[in-house]
T-cell receptor, first 110, second 113 residues
Framework: EADIYQTPRYLVIGTGKKITLECSQTMGHDKMYWYQQDPGMELHLIHYSYGVNSTEKGDLSSESTVSRIRTEHFPLTLESARPSHTSQYLC?????????FGQGTRLTVV | AQSVTQPDIHITVSEGASLELRCNYSYGATPYLFWYVQSPGQGLQLLLKYFSGDTLVQGIKGFEAEFKRSQSSFNLRKPSVHWSDAAEYFCAVGARGNTPLVFGKGTRLSVIA
């Protein structure tokens, strides 16, 4: 089993609220990723990090931001949530040639 | 730029029948190839991967995949499908070093009795 955790699993929040999606891994991986996935659709990379204090934007433009202050922690923040942010957000880390995924956070903005 | 194509959006098979999910990739260098499975409401679980060597790779849950460089394909197979195999399957391509995985759009597998 992979040791990567995302909280919350489900979140319903009002427009304009600030939210932070948490992602933690206990495998000591330097590389971590955030993907956005709409129902039945492909995964789009929105952010990634190759280590502490390293963050990069992915292929899909996103209004979210990330930080990497500690190796094990890679939170994603939306300063002002909008209905267009409604989606599933998957966090992953990789090491030894394998990527491990968290169970995802399903976000609904009303 | 690398890309992954999964031509079949949705496949339905009978329990006990064989399965093949198609994956084609476009990549400039020697690719690392992966198949992931996602059950409803869950994250992705790695089924198998190909880095080099034997082009037929075995994975978990009785799945296997064959890398065919000439066809730029990495199709996933299972000889006998179980109802619990119903899920979304994603093919992905990556490379050694600091390159995030690129995923296909996924193929949804339904299993009927």
């Amino acid at each position: 089993e992979a040791d990567i955790y995302q909280t919350p699993r489900y979140l319903v929040i009002g427009t304009g609220k600030k939210i932070t999606l948490e992602c933690s891994q206990t495998m000591g991986h330097d590389k971590m990723y955030w993907y956005q996935q709409d129902p039945g659709m492909e995964l789009h990379l929105i952010h990634y990090s190759y280590g502490v204090n390293s963050t990069e934007k992915g292929d899909l433009s996103s209004e979210s931001t990330v930080s990497r202050i500690r190796t094990e922690h890679f939170p994603l923040t939306l300063e002002s949530a909008r209905p267009s942010h409604t989606s599933q957000y998957l966090c992953a880390s990789s090491g030894g040639g394998k990527a491990f995924f968290g169970q995802g956070t399903r976000l609904t903005v009303v | 730029a690398q890309s992954v194509t999964q031509p079949d959006i949705h496949i339905t098979v009978s329990e006990g029948a064989s399965l093949e999910l198609r994956c084609n990739y476009s990549y400039g260098a020697t690719p690392y190839l992966f198949w992931y499975v996602q059950s409803p409401g869950q994250g992705l679980q790695l089924l198998l991967k190909y880095f080099s060597g034997d082009t037929l790779v075995q994975g978990i849950k009785g799945f296997e995949a064959e890398f065919k460089r000439s066809q730029s394909s990495f199709n996933l197979r299972k000889p006998s499908v179980h109802w619990s195999d119903a899920a979304e399957y994603f093919c992905a391509v990556g490379a050694r070093g600091n390159t995030p995985l690129v995923f296909g759009k996924g193929t949804r597998l339904s299993v009927i009795a």
